[in-house]
Structure formats: C-alpha cells, structure tokens
C-alpha cells in the first residue's frame, strides 16, 4: 500500500489528490462483429462511489473488464491517477491498486476464510518459511475491526454465508492495496438486510478513502449508495451526472432510450387476427419458490392465443428465466396449473410436453439450446432422433439423418460447412438459426423463446425476427421473452411486464409506450405500490 | 468445387489429429523408456527390437499378445459406454471378477450331461450379476446423485470380499490347492484357437462385443442419446432425453459387457474361478477406453498394446538383461499420459455439477 503511494507521487504533479483514480478514454471493444463498447469515457475520482448502470449486454461488463485487465480494449486508454497505462493482466491491475469482486466469489471453497485471507501473500517468517497466522488474523482483525465487523477466521469458505463470503473478499482485495474497488451487481445474491449492511460497509470505506465502482441495474440501490451515476446504452455512455441532481425517472429513461428506428426496415406485417383464435396455453396462479440463488414467482396468470406472439419485459433476473423453465417442464411448479389446448400439462415432464407441441428455445445458447461440441447434425435433429425417418425401430437411419438435417438447415438458411462439424464452428446468428431450425422442424403449437438475438448481429437479428413473425402468421403462438424493448415492440402483439416474480403490468404492444415500459420494469417498488 | 476440396482438407487433417491423438501417449512412452534404456546404458533399438518379437514376431507370440488382449476388450468396451456418456464408472473390475465367478459357478455345478450348452446358462448368469452389480450404483447416481465414482470404486473392494469369501469357503475346490473352486466341465470350456497358446473363443466374443459397441455408437437411438448426454447434459435435459434413464442404461450395458468379459475368462483362461482372478483387467480396461478415445478401433489398439506389453514382459526379461521393470515403466507413461484425456473428463465432471 505504502509502495503504490510512493509511485503515485512520482508519477504525478499533485501528488495528494490526483483528479482521476481510475478513467476510461473513449474505448472501443469489438467481439467478432459485436460492438461492445463504442467510445465509452468515464471519469471516477478519488473517494467517490460511481454507479455504472444499463441494462444486461449494454457494455457495461466489458468495460469493467477492460479497467480489470482481463481484456484489452480495441482502442482508447485507462487512467489510473491522472496517468495513462496498460494493463495486460489482473495483477498489473491489483498493483496499481484497482481490485474487483466479481459475482461469482473468487475464494478458495475448502480453505478456512483466514487462509483465503492471506492466500498468495502469506506473511511467513524463520527459514522454512513458516507461515504466521497470529499476524495473519491480525491484519485481518484490524481491517475487520475497521469495518466494525467481526469474522470466524477458521471457518470454511465454502460453508460461510454469501455475505461473509463477500466482506471477506473485499478485505481481501483490500489487505493486497486495492484503493479502487470495483464491484459487479454486489447485491444480486444478498438479502435485503444484508444489502443495507454491505452499503453501510461501502460508504465506510468511501470515507476512508477508498473509491468504489459499482456496477448495477437496481436503479434504487444506485439511488441509496452511489454519489454518481453513469448509464451506458449499447456500448454508449448516454448519461453522466451527480446522483443528488437527478432522479430515477430520468435514469430509467436513458437506460431504456429513446425508441430507435430498427436498424433494417422492417415491413410492419402483423397479421389482423382472426375471431377463431384459440387459447394455447393457459397459465393460472403459478408460484414456485426460491431455491438456492433461483427468484420465486408469485401468482402469475396469463393466457396465450393461437397467432399471437406474448411479449414478456423486465429487468433480468426478475424470474423470466424461472418462469420460461416453468412453462418448457424443466422447473418444478409448486403450485397453480398450465392447460395447453385443454390439457392439463403441469406435472407433464418436457419429453411429454415437447410431445405435445411446445417447443424451447433456450436463452443459454452455448450451454442448454446447442450442445456445442456435437456435430451440426447431432444439434438439429436432437430430440426427433425416436421418430421415423431419423429411426428405424431402436436404430438409426445415418443417411435418412443426414437429409433431415440438411433439410431443417436449408429451411432456415443456416450457412454451415459439414454436418459433421462441431456447432461451436458456427458464428452466433448461424447457431440461434440452427436451434430455431431444431425447434420448429416439428410444427409445434407454442414456442417458448428467451432472448433470441443475444449476440447475434443484426442481419442474424432479422433474420431470426422474419422466422418468428412466419411462424406468428402460420398461426402459431409464441412466447417471447426478451432484455430488448425495440424487440418486443417490433414483434409482440401484448406484453407482460414482470417485476419481481410478479406481473406487473400488460399491454397491447399497438398502445404501448417505451418510456411508460421501461418504469414499469425498473420501479418496480412504485409500479404497484 | 473450393467447397469440395476444403471439406477434404479439413476432414484429412482431422483424421490426422485424431490417429496422432491416439498414438501420442505410445510415442511418448517409447521416448521416456528409450530415455530410461539409455541411461542404463542398454541399447533403446535393440530393446525394442526385442519386444515387438517377443510381442509379434511369430504366430505363437501373436497368438500369446491376442490372449493377453481378450480381457481388455471387454473391459475396454464396458468403460467406454459409460465414459463416453459422462458416467465415470470405475467399477468394471469388479463386475468383471463377479461376472466370472457366477459363469464357473454354473460350469462346474451345472450337470455334466448338458455338454457345451452349460456355456449358455453360465455365459447368462455371469451377465445378470453383473448388471445387476452395476445397476446398484446406475440407480443411486441417476435417482439420488450418488457420486458414481465413489460408489463403483467402494463396490469393486465389496466384490473382492464376496468372491474371496466364496472361494474359501463353500465354492472352494477339495482335490485343488488353496483358493480355488472346482474346474468347470470340460465340455462348458470354450475352445482353444491354436494350441498350445491360451487364446481361446472368448476373443472373437470381445471382437462380437467391440462391434457391437461401434454399432451402438453409430446406429442406434440409445447409442446417440448417449453421447448427448456425455457432451452436455442441460442440452439433453432441453431437448427430451431423460438423463436417469440413460445413466442407468449405460450402467446396465457396462455391467452385462464386464459380465460376459469375466464368463469369457473363467471359462476360457482358466477354466475355475481363483482368488485374484484379474490381475487388474478392469482398470487396465480404463486405460484402454481412455487411450482409444472411447472409439472401436481405439480400443482394439489399446487392448492388443497393453496385451502385447504383457504377454512381452513376460519372456523379455528371460533373453535380456532388462528387467521386467521397464515393461511397468512403458505401461505406466501410456497410463499417465492417457490419463490426459482423464483429466479433462474430471474437469469436465467438476464444471457439471457447479
């Protein structure tokens, strides 16, 4: 700590207070064709806590990975005290003091906290190198005792509570001289008393000094803590002021925008629907509760239409993704019922359900819609491999596969090299084709579909919204759950807003207003009071 | 017409990569053993020379290698269904030495009057227990999350005290020595291929079973499942395969296999069951299904190798100066630098259940 403060001297003309702890300058981050950051500058000075919200793949996570030096950035600079430097690695990052607690801990599950607490800078002492654990837990008492928190030092870490899991990550980071605390939605795996105690322990530390980064979308956490606030929208920064001069509302709006024109027009070919139109699938009171870090749902009812795409909002992590398991028959329902066409299917297992007509498709592409290190092939026909002509009996027809396969990827346009190639070889728009392919192969009644165009381009994006709308206008119904407005208001003939495990609100996607959705899904403590 | 000629290259590159993948951990081997001769100052070439004769060289020496190999193929093929599943099932051992017991078992109490169709019943029986011992284990992993290493490497130590219990006690032979049961009937014996070697017919049944596992691979529905679930089981969960249902096939067939493998042995090899009737088959079986890449002809290699190795070993030592240590030592680098590929399967394990 006391090395890095006599860098700091040298390095800069006002040696007390640089005017930036750590900056960004116009970064640019591409992945493939994804534009990550697009020129994003952001400034935190000493002793402030900085709030970085937007919403899920806005940016913000590269960035912070970018100032971490997990990544290097395209192009721009870091500041780090009013100089500009290179960081190829965490540790170059943790030198210059800049330290981050990730959401998933970096703790050593089966080594008490004490030993994760020195791990890696043991003070040892005598010529074997002993290790001294008196000083050890000195040094840990004292940092703790600061905080006025006191710690079970011989615990094991994987047995520990989250909370405590997470304070001792911060001592941690700071014991090693971090002066700059990054933190990545701290407060997703707390309960609220346990928040109010990690934000008292944050302004601690501010006061001592200490700067925090602090990287939300709980616009009420960032309200309560932050002294200001920065919102990044597509890889933009869009807002930047004092929290004390500005209120959620007008935050909520530039997380959400303004509604772009979609980038590729978009013939507007929503079909008039007919009077015939039939309940699909009828959801009453279903509830489930919280189990381990999964959000409970609470009485959600809702009903889906033959020829209609659903639209479900909000915030991720708000249960879309519990409620989308709940509906494909991969989460069990403890209470409250799904009818689909008249049949009563919640106990129904996802084989019967798929049997049925539903089809998923899922929101993690790379680890449940494909299996990515299977063929191509294996991926598109996966799940009819039972039925003729993929199956003779127990055996398999191998050409008879083959030309199914072919089939289903023409269908959909899907460009690939061989069958046989592994389905990772595909670029991101290629494989969500590829399991759209899968999934409406079987002219199913109901399309269970979550956050189709994550990272996908955008000729992908189209594409992908072309197969939803056909398959709308075929008279097939859609559940569409998506982080993207634009998405939902381009395609979606309703939509639900949910908030907390609960429906907060629908409406007719003709009257529905992006500003009015988008404080519906972030406020969701005054959206119903 | 660039299409073409891309596909063939990429498909001649693959093959490739994937013959330099099955033969490194040999390579390697050879290297480190060479490094070894070397440093007692023995000449590597000759050595070797040595043992591909001992191993190869005439059709008695074949004939020895492929006898040796017999056991391996059976429980090279019953690790790999279930390896190549996800299913890290180290229990083949001791199904392989139950299997065994149960077919001598049925041969030397079966009336002799029967002839050779007491093979039939004893080759049955000898698959049932071994299902029926790794079906145990197949249900708890699939129902109650048992860890399945744990439970098939506790229940290989259970088998070893039945068997040995077994053949002490009531099973123990009263004209023999110590330790083993009666000799099963002549007729239940299965026939020698070239006398005086020890192959015996079990080889083309572990060739029969090799074959039909290629099969399963390739051409059935269960066989694809399979492999599904081996690569990534929430894609499999997603897409309608039952997990529980396929870990506790692919239990069921690695136990009918080791079974038969173990019937193969008791009535081909030995013709009686012994205490210490495998030398380890089951787990020089996971280093042939992890050599060979879980793949048919991958395992065929492996087991003619590691057969080779022992059949070599044997009589290296008798026309040279070598010991039989640096057959261990050659065995050992094959095993550790197969283990590679173990190692990416426990890292694979480990990822699943965070």
Redesign the interface.
């Known amino acids: 700590m006391q090395r890095s403060a006599i860098a700091a001297t040298t390095r800069t003309e006002t040696p007390d207070k640089p005017k930036v702890r750590l900056g960004a300058v116009d970064i640019h981050k591409y992945y493939g064709s994804v534009q990550a950051n697009s020129g994003i500058s952001l400034r935190v000075a000493p002793g402030e806590i900085h709030a970085v919200v937007g919403e899920n793949g806005a940016g913000k996570s590269t960035l912070m990975r970018i100032l971490q030096g997990l990544e290097q950035p395209d192009s721009g600079a870091i500041i780090v005290d009013d100089v500009e430097v290179r960081l190829n690695h965490p540790q170059q990052a943790l030198a210059l003091g800049i330290g981050m607690v990730h959401q998933e801990f970096m703790l050593a599950p089966d080594l008490s906290l004490l030993e994760n607490f020195v791990l890696g800078i043991e003070p040892a002492n005598g010529p074997l190198g002993r290790i001294d654990w008196t000083t050890a837990r000195g040094a840990g008492d004292a940092l703790a005792g600061q905080t006025g928190i006191s710690i079970d030092w011989s615990r094991r870490a994987g047995t520990a509570p989250v909370h405590v899991q997470q304070f001792v990550e911060i001592i941690r980071l700071l014991h090693r001289g971090a002066r700059v605390l990054i933190l990545d939605e701290p407060t997703d795996v707390l309960a609220p008393p346990q928040v109010e105690d990690l934000f008292n322990l944050l302004r601690g530390l501010r006061d001592n000094g200490t700067t925090i980064l602090f990287i939300s979308h709980k616009l009420r956490e960032v309200m309560a803590l932050a002294d200001l606030v920065t919102v990044i929208r597509r890889g933009r920064v869009t807002f930047n002021s004092a929290v004390a001069d500005t209120d959620a509302e007008i935050i909520a709006e530039h997380i959400i925008g303004e509604r772009e024109e979609p980038a590729l027009a978009v013939i507007d070919d929503r079909a008039p629907i007919d009077g015939t139109a039939e309940t699909v699938l009828a959801v009453k009171d279903l509830s489930t509760p919280s189990v381990e870090k999964s959000h409970s749902l609470d009485n959600i009812g809702f009903e889906i239409n033959s020829g209609e795409i659903v639209g479900m909002a909000g915030v991720t992590g708000n249960g879309q993704a519990e409620l989308v398991e709940c509906l494909?028959g991969?989460r069990r329902i403890e209470k409250g019922s799904l009818v689909h066409r008249g049949q009563d299917i919640t106990l129904a297992?996802?084989?019967a359900r798929?049997?049925r007509g539903l089809a998923?498709v899922?929101p993690?592409r790379s680890?449940?819609?494909?299996?990515?290190?299977?063929s191509v092939e294996?991926n598109v026909v996966?799940?009819s491999?039972?039925s003729p002509p993929i199956?003779r009996g127990?055996?398999?027809n191998?050409s008879a596969m083959r030309r199914v396969a072919a089939e289903r990827l023409d269908r959909l346009g899907v460009t690939y090299?061989?069958l046989s190639d592994p389905a990772k070889s595909l670029s991101g728009g290629n494989q969500q084709r590829l399991v759209f392919a899968?999934e409406i192969a079987g002219d199913p009644s109901l399309l269970v579909v979550s956050q189709p165009t994550r990272g996908v381009d955008l000729n992908g994006i189209a594409a992908i919204h072309r197969i939803l709308r056909t398959f709308r206008d075929n008279g097939g119904s859609v559940f569409l759950v998506s982080e993207e407005l634009d998405e939902l208001l381009d395609l979606a003939d309703r939509i639900l807003v949910i908030a907390g495990g609960r429906i907060v609100g629908q409406r007719d996607a003709n009257d529905a207003d992006m500003a009015e959705l988008g404080r519906l899904m972030v406020l969701q403590d005054s959206a119903d009071g | 017409m660039v299409d073409m000629t891309a596909h063939q290259g990429g498909g001649g590159s693959e093959l490739f990569s994937r013959g330099f993948g099955l033969a490194f951990p040999f390579l390697v081997a050879i290297a480190v053993s060479a490094l070894m001769l070397l440093l007692i100052g023995e000449n590597p070439f000759d050595i070797f020379t040595l043992m591909a004769n001992e191993g190869f060289g005439s059709q008695r020496r074949i004939s020895a290698t492929l006898s040796a190999a017999t056991p391996l193929l059976f429980t090279g093929v019953a690790t790999a269904v279930c390896f190549r599943s996800g299913v890290f099932n180290v229990g083949v051992e001791g199904a392989f030495v139950l299997g065994g017991l149960a077919a001598a078992f049925i041969g030397f109490t079966a009336p002799a009057e029967w002839g050779a169709m007491i093979i039939l019943p004893a080759f049955l029986f000898a698959m049932i227990v071994g299902a029926f011992w790794l079906y145990v284990p197949g249900v708890l992993l699939a129902r109650l999350d048992v860890d399945e290493v744990v439970s098939t490497l506790m229940l290989n130590f259970v088998a070893f005290g039945i068997s040995g219990y077994l053949v002490n006690g009531p099973l123990l032979s009263e004209s023999s020595g110590n330790n083993v049961t009666p000799l099963v009937h002549e007729a239940a014996q299965l026939g020698r291929l070239l006398p005086p070697s020890t192959l015996h017919a079990g080889f083309f049944l572990g060739l029969f079973c090799l074959a039909a596992y290629a099969f399963w691979t390739r051409r059935t529905a269960d066989g694809f499942e399979a492999e599904l679930v081996g690569l990534n089981q929430r894609f499999s969960r997603a897409v309608g395969i039952s997990i529980p249902s396929v870990i506790i096939m692919v239990m069921l067939l690695s136990g009918i296999v080791s079974g038969l493998g173990g019937a193969s042995h008791a009535l081909g090899q030995l013709h009686r069951f012994s205490e210490g009737f495998s030398p380890g088959y089951g787990f020089t079986g996971m280093a042939v299904a992890l050599l060979g890449r879980n793949n048919a002809f991958g395992i065929l290699f492996g087991a003619v190798l590691f057969g080779a190795l022992a059949s070599a070993g044997t009589t290296v030592q008798l026309f040279s100066d070598i010991p039989l240590d640096l057959v261990n030592i050659i065995e050992g680098t094959v095993m550790i630098f197969a283990v590679v590929e173990l190692g990416r399967i426990t890292l694979f394990r480990r990822r699943r259940a965070t």
Do not use: M, Q
């Open positions: 494909v991969l297992s996802n084989a798929r049997a998923f899922s993690d680890h449940e819609g494909l299996a990515t290190t299977a294996a996966a799940g491999h039972r199956a127990p055996f398999l191998r090299a061989n899968r």
